[in-house]
């Protein structure tokens, strides 16, 4: 396993990007985000993505020269086309408008349009809830799970994201299938021969617990028909109310042939409107004390409060570097060969 | 097993509220929220709560004579004081308050505390709803659900409710446990032993499948740590924000030693700030269709989506009455005979 400081993956990441052709700051704001998961200890939306979104800048799903626009904008909300540019560049460009909208209005909504894949929400609530904002993330995605009772592919994962001010007390990023893909993908290279029950279902439907069957077959919806329910309420946020592409409009960023066409939602509520910030930190404080001091159930040792595993993820690895599987290692030797760019020594961890 | 037109329940569930002292409007907006849960099947949330809102009138845990107060107002964002006024009365001037904010500046938020038992939020969210609005209503409860890998009560099933304008498309309501707790105490009633994996667990938090110890423990939050951190989210757009009662701090419909201090979140989004209304039903429309046409997985006739079965229910209730459970009959004979008031004939059906 290579071993990587953060700084130094971040400064090869911009690099690569750079020489396909992404503008510095964009380029910077990609692998800022991508790194962050990884410190986070969410891999599945690090840099393994790179060359994802290398193969898109250059079959041109992703334009580096795109900005998108404002569609329309009114009172605290506003519609962007992201007109198939970069996906966090756009993410910035709409987590700014929307606090900004929430600064005059108390709270402010974007919905996205004709978007592209922007990593994790987590960055992005983040950056609102850096604002004094309560901020809320969700966008839709390739369709790969079937709604409740059904066996063809029409919904994303469609992630729910939520982001408070203040210290660290609670920070929640979730899909909305009851584990994520790439869970199941890391079973099948870990060679495990079975999954717990309630992942997925084969192409039929039938639940199953064969690792092998459940990677031919379908991702479960988190719980049955909530978990349905909530994609549907994330694609309506996202895809319906920003006129953009729904369900099965979606492309994928492991696909050329389809423009991916996301939709996102960004939500900002200005804590200030409702209360001094500093009482609404104290009173998450005692959320978060609440919830921890909860005696554990049998097989615990604690309560973990959504945030916790990826923020002690976050504390080691800042500390002692990010660990970088072969496999991805690998495919991002081979973009830098391609891209001739030189990368970090192996020992830089 | 009675059963009754729904204009007779919700007449009969009127003349009980008033002679318990609910002045006429307030107790004609309980009556028709909770006949309405009762016609689409939810019954729940149906008359079968009127002898426990009736307690807690006599208690004064909901006082009939308050109507609360907006306690703060700032642009789209405004925090209700219910003040334990009637939940339904301040519920109403609550969903329009968020309509009139959502009119004035695309988007409307207002939170609640000191609040008491609305009935189901859905009856909320399509108040919204048939104003325009895309309309999403939350609601904190009594601490009955552990934290993930907890076994202390801290959390209520805090349920989650979208709805959209239009004809009947979609409606979201679902609490974040895995069932609703009256689906366990179904389970004992009609003398099940056993209980689905994944609905509960026992007070030490070991899952059960076992009626009988799920009753005595815990139920489990949708899809295990996902569910829990949805919960925390309405916590906090309903208590944290609201500045009221927090986790524990909690009483419950059941008890009359402890204010209820339900905290509510009603959310309005202004369709046609984002595009006009015709549009954003017809993609609601093809987002329906879409899903519908899913070939339905092995064991199932067809796909369901979210609002179907009580729309289903609905219609045929609509038609050929409310069949009332002999308990709950019963209860309501009694809160009849203690107030002095006179039940519709058993043939009213």
Request: net charge negative; hydrophobic share 40%.
């Amino acid at each position: 396993m290579i071993v990587l400081h953060h700084g130094s993956l971040r400064e090869y990441a911009q690099r690569l990007l750079e020489a396909a052709g992404v503008p510095a700051k964009k380029a910077w704001l990609i692998a800022d985000s991508l790194v962050a998961a990884n410190l986070r200890g969410v891999d599945s939306h690090g840099v393994q993505l790179l060359p994802h979104y290398i193969r898109q800048i250059e079959g041109g799903g992703m334009d580096p020269a795109a900005d998108g626009r404002i569609a329309t904008r009114s009172g605290g909300c506003a519609v962007y086309d992201a007109q198939r540019g970069i996906g966090q560049s756009v993410a910035a460009v709409c987590c700014d408008l929307a606090v900004d909208l929430a600064r005059e209005h108390g709270i402010g909504a974007v919905t996205v349009r004709e978007g592209n894949h922007f990593g994790a929400c987590a960055y992005w609530a983040e950056r609102m809830a850096g604002a004094g904002m309560v901020g809320i993330v969700m966008c839709n995605a390739t369709p790969l799970v079937a709604p409740w009772q059904g066996k063809e592919k029409r919904l994303g994962t469609n992630p729910i994201c939520m982001a408070v001010p203040g210290p660290r007390t609670w920070l929640l990023d979730m899909a909305t299938t009851t584990v994520a893909l790439n869970k199941i993908h890391k079973a099948a290279l870990c060679g495990q021969e079975s999954i717990p029950a309630g992942w997925a279902m084969d192409a039929e439907g039938n639940p199953t617990t064969d690792t092998q069957t459940a990677l031919a077959g379908l991702p479960m919806p988190l719980g049955g028909y909530k978990g349905s329910g909530l994609a549907v309420m994330v694609e309506i946020l996202c895809a319906v109310l920003s006129g953009g592409g729904m369900l099965t409009d979606q492309g994928g960023l492991r696909r050329l042939d389809l423009p991916m066409r996301i939709g996102q939602f960004y939500l900002a509520l200005d804590v200030e409107r409702f209360m001094p910030l500093e009482e609404f930190t104290a009173r998450m404080q005692w959320v978060r004390d609440t919830l921890k001091n909860t005696a554990a159930a049998v097989g615990y040792d604690e309560v973990l409060v959504a945030g916790d595993p990826e923020w002690r993820a976050e504390d080691e690895r800042r500390e002692s570097g990010i660990p970088i599987e072969p496999e991805v290692w690998a495919s991002l030797q081979e973009t830098a060969r391609k891209l001739g760019v030189e990368p970090p020594p192996e020992t830089a961890g």
